[in-house]
């Protein structure tokens, strides 16, 4: 081979920064180049990945010009990567052009992918893209690719649940509340702030977090050995017949109270032991109480289970609303997405924007998005909301995200007009554009002379209620998050 070649491989390899010292077989070791062995393979017989990236293309020629959710695939049939489409033969096809740059467009991790580990692509189609959006959810969740780095958890927030169904009831953390049956307290914004809490609540109240099924008729209770938490006091072991049913419901009474009430009374009471603790030289006894006393009041980091905070559990009928929301706004089909967005800030410090996604009628929270705001100073909502709008909606203009039916923005006519005029500089035009004042709960519809004043039990109104306050409690929650950063760097 000639040593001109050689040297150009040498080059393409160096540039990539990889350093094994290795060389392709027939290559001379003496021109001290270190070479990527992946690269330099390509390079030299790149026959059998250069055809299959030409059937690649051809397959690819063939998918309809539709909304739906493409496949990537490996050789022995493994997903690698699952995306969602408004056209899937646009989409798919701008990974394989020649002249694309996959690592400035989608990053070095998927310019790999495309480049040596592709070999099959599938497609389905689907009626819309918004179907398409939560047919990408919901396979990225149940095959988990590699090369997918977002919506494979799929978490929600967690609850505090107490069953009111059973003789001795149980307490336990959950994702997935009941809708009939329990009581619930939450939803809490740190999941591990409650499970830090819960063993505290045990110990106090004694509940059971089993899952055994307890009768209070069932005599062979008599005979069975309680666990480890009975023994250290945690539990009053009802599965061993250790207490009756009434002094049981006395203790999850007491425990609801506690909770009902934010346990102020047991909070106050922590503190005067670890000041006296303190007072008395008994510093490792002062620093469990501080914990037990930084653990509860995480308990307060929570809203109520009948607020709406998480509509998916709780909400009246969410096509109801969106019917009804359809018909006050005069619009000729029923939206199914609504994109919300709130500012916060301290005085203008750490000023923040939040977008929340509801897809029918229930948040989408994978499609959530926050930002730091940039290029405003001080305390100026107006400027604050313009920037998030055009930070958000530029991508999301030019097909390479959602775009959603309605945009609800919490404020009144000023910051609609700030959002409406950030269109300007965007390649798109706006979908719906409406605001929703929080004290007089007043909507206003951009275009629209006057505001709409709707009845406080409104479906429509309640459906926007919770797009407004689940966008001010993800704008609050990232917030905190800043504040408590800025404070730190003090």
Same mark, same amino acid.
């Given at each position: 081979?000639?040593?001109?070649?050689?040297?150009?491989?040498?080059?393409?390899?160096?540039?990539?920064?990889?350093?094994?010292?290795?060389?392709?077989?027939?290559?001379?070791?003496?021109?001290?180049?270190?070479?990527?062995?992946?690269?330099?393979?390509?390079?030299?017989?790149?026959?059998?990945?250069?055809?299959?990236?030409?059937?690649?293309?051809?397959?690819?020629?063939?998918?309809?010009?539709?909304?739906?959710?493409?496949?990537?695939?490996?050789?022995?049939?493994?997903?690698?990567?699952?995306?969602?489409?408004?056209?899937?033969?646009?989409?798919?096809?701008?990974?394989?052009?020649?002249?694309?740059?996959?690592?400035?467009?989608?990053?070095?991790?998927?310019?790999?992918?495309?480049?040596?580990?592709?070999?099959?692509?599938?497609?389905?189609?689907?009626?819309?893209?918004?179907?398409?959006?939560?047919?990408?959810?919901?396979?990225?969740?149940?095959?988990?690719?590699?090369?997918?780095?977002?919506?494979?958890?799929?978490?929600?927030?967690?609850?505090?649940?107490?069953?009111?169904?059973?003789?001795?009831?149980?307490?336990?953390?959950?994702?997935?509340?009941?809708?009939?049956?329990?009581?619930?307290?939450?939803?809490?914004?740190?999941?591990?702030?409650?499970?830090?809490?819960?063993?505290?609540?045990?110990?106090?109240?004694?509940?059971?977090?089993?899952?055994?099924?307890?009768?209070?008729?069932?005599?062979?209770?008599?005979?069975?050995?309680?666990?480890?938490?009975?023994?250290?006091?945690?539990?009053?072991?009802?599965?061993?017949?250790?207490?009756?049913?009434?002094?049981?419901?006395?203790?999850?009474?007491?425990?609801?109270?506690?909770?009902?009430?934010?346990?102020?009374?047991?909070?106050?009471?922590?503190?005067?032991?670890? @000041?006296?603790? #303190?007072?008395?030289?008994?510093?490792? *006894?002062?620093?469990? $109480?501080?914990?037990?006393? &930084?653990?509860? !009041?995480?308990?307060?980091?929570?809203?109520?289970?009948?607020?709406?905070?998480?509509?998916?559990?709780?909400?009246?009928?969410?096509?109801?609303?969106?019917?009804?929301?359809?018909?006050?706004?005069?619009?000729?089909?029923?939206?199914?997405?609504?994109?919300?967005?709130?500012?916060?800030?301290?005085?203008?410090?750490?000023?923040?924007?939040?977008?929340?996604?509801?897809?029918?009628?229930?948040?989408?929270?994978?499609?959530?998005?926050?930002?730091?705001?940039?290029?405003?100073?001080?305390?100026?909502?107006?400027?604050?909301?313009?920037?998030?709008?055009?930070?958000?909606?530029?991508?999301?203009?030019?097909?390479?995200?959602?775009?959603?039916?309605?945009?609800?923005?919490?404020?009144?006519?000023?910051?609609?007009?700030? @959002?409406?005029? #950030?269109?300007?500089?965007?390649?798109? *035009?706006?979908?719906? $554009?409406?605001?929703?004042? &929080?004290?007089? !709960?007043?909507?206003?519809?951009?275009?629209?002379?006057?505001?709409?004043?709707?009845?406080?039990?409104?479906?429509?109104?309640?459906?926007?209620?919770?797009?407004?306050?689940?966008?001010?409690?993800?704008?609050?929650?990232?917030?905190?998050?800043?504040?408590?950063?800025?404070?730190?760097?003090?």
């Amino acid at each position: 081979m000639p040593r001109v070649y050689i040297r150009l491989v040498a080059q393409v390899c160096n540039l990539c920064n990889w350093r094994h010292g290795l060389a392709p077989k027939g290559f001379a070791t003496s021109f001290g180049a270190s070479l990527c062995p992946a690269i330099c393979y390509n390079i030299i017989m790149p026959t059998d990945r250069d055809a299959i990236l030409d059937a690649l293309r051809q397959k690819i020629s063939t998918m309809p010009a539709s909304p739906g959710v493409y496949l990537f695939k490996d050789s022995a049939g493994v997903v690698l990567y699952v995306g969602k489409a408004k056209s899937l033969r646009s989409r798919a096809g701008s990974y394989f052009q020649p002249a694309a740059n996959l690592v400035a467009a989608r990053g070095p991790e998927i310019d790999r992918m495309i480049r040596t580990l592709v070999t099959d692509i599938e497609w389905l189609e689907c009626d819309s893209e918004v179907d398409a959006l939560l047919y990408e959810n919901r396979l990225i969740k149940d095959t988990q690719p590699r090369f997918n780095e977002q919506l494979k958890d799929g978490k929600s927030f967690p609850y505090l649940q107490i069953t009111t169904d059973e003789d001795f009831p149980r307490v336990a953390i959950t994702r997935k509340p009941r809708s009939r049956g329990v009581k619930l307290y939450g939803p809490f914004v740190h999941a591990w702030e409650l499970r830090n809490a819960l063993p505290l609540l045990q110990r106090v109240f004694k509940f059971r977090t089993c899952n055994m099924d307890i009768s209070a008729g069932d005599e062979k209770r008599r005979h069975f050995r309680p666990c480890l938490l009975h023994s250290i006091k945690q539990c009053t072991g009802p599965c061993g017949d250790k207490i009756d049913k009434q002094q049981y419901a006395d203790q999850i009474a007491r425990l609801r109270k506690f909770l009902d009430s934010k346990g102020t009374q047991l909070r106050n009471d922590l503190k005067k032991q670890m @000041a006296a603790a #303190a007072d008395k030289q008994q510093y490792e *006894r002062a620093a469990e $109480l501080r914990d037990e006393l &930084k653990a509860l !009041e995480g308990l307060q980091k929570r809203g109520l289970a009948g607020d709406n905070l998480q509509p998916e559990s709780f909400y009246i009928d969410p096509a109801e609303g969106l019917e009804k929301l359809a018909k006050v706004l005069g619009l000729p089909v029923t939206p199914r997405t609504i994109e919300g967005i709130d500012i916060a800030h301290l005085q203008g410090r750490e000023s923040c924007g939040a977008v929340v996604c509801f897809i029918d009628g229930r948040p989408f929270k994978n499609g959530y998005r926050r930002f730091k705001i940039k290029t405003v100073d001080g305390n100026d909502d107006y400027a604050s909301i313009a920037e998030v709008v055009a930070r958000r909606y530029r991508r999301a203009g030019c097909d390479e995200e959602l775009f959603p039916d309605i945009i609800l923005i919490d404020g009144g006519k000023g910051q609609l007009s700030s @959002a409406y005029g #950030a269109f300007d500089d965007l390649p798109c *035009r706006p979908p719906v $554009l409406i605001s929703l004042a &929080k004290k007089e !709960e007043i909507v206003f519809v951009h275009g629209q002379p006057g505001p709409l004043k709707l009845a406080r039990r409104n479906p429509a109104l309640r459906l926007l209620q919770s797009v407004r306050d689940e966008a001010h409690r993800f704008a609050q929650h990232y917030h905190h998050i800043l504040r408590r950063k800025a404070t730190l760097d003090e």
